[in-house]
């Protein structure tokens, strides 16, 4: 079962990059002019696919490996003169630029944002804190009680857990009695 919910997971994180990635280059070619004739994500034969009021179709095809926004190109075929100002080969330099540069442009903010997320959501550590201590235990004739946090191991600073505990190991090479 592991290795199918791994399997699943790259699928479904590859996804994600990929409609990205073509996002960038959709949004910005509609901003341009240009009209989009497809947008899909994965390749081969379309397993769903809608048209939008701008007559664009997206898809989702069966090999999720990547994706692509097809855009009207007279390279591509012929383009009715009327059409021809939303053609991505009429567009200026700087336009077409601008289009294909905002895939990857658009993975790098989507990086910005996943480390910006981590960076807010922070690490948990298990702050060392005393549980229980038995009555005439070594711990309770030393003054420790339960709900003490344990700051310090031997005058070592100490800030999680597994450090605390490390500290309080016997020194390697060592035999306890």
């Known amino acids: 079962m592991g290795l199918i919910q791994n399997v ?9 990059l990929i409609t990205f990635h073509e996002f960038g ?18 390749f081969g034969k ?9 007559g664009t179709e997206f898809a989702v095809a069966a090999i999720p490996l990547g994706g692509y926004v097809k855009m009207l190109d007279e390279r591509e075929g012929p383009v009715p003169p009327e059409e021809r100002h ?5 567009k200026n330099v700087w336009q077409r630029i601008a289009i294909v540069a905002a895939g990857p442009l658009a993975n790098f903010l989507l990086a910005l944002v996943a480390y ?3 960076f807010v959501a922070g690490t948990s550590t298990v702050v060392p804190m005393i549980g229980e201590v038995t009555p005439g235990s070594p711990a309770a004739e030393g003054g420790l009680a339960a709900g003490q946090e344990i700051t310090a191991v031997e005058g070592k ?12 190991s016997p020194p390697s090479g060592s035999v306890a009695s």
Not at 46 to 54: A, C, E, Q
Not at 157 to 168: G, I, K, P
């Open 8 to 16: 699943l997971a790259v699928i479904v994180v590859l996804g994600l």
């Open 25 to 42: 280059h959709f949004w910005v070619a509609r901003r341009c002019g240009v009209k989009v004739l497809r947008f899909s994500v994965g």
């Open 46 to 54: 379309p397993l769903w696919s809608r048209y939008d009021r701008h």
């Open 116 to 118: 910006w997320a981590l």
């Open 157 to 168: 600073a100490v800030r999680s857990w597994r450090r605390s505990t490390s500290n309080l």
């Open 86 to 90: 939303r053609a991505f080969n009429h």
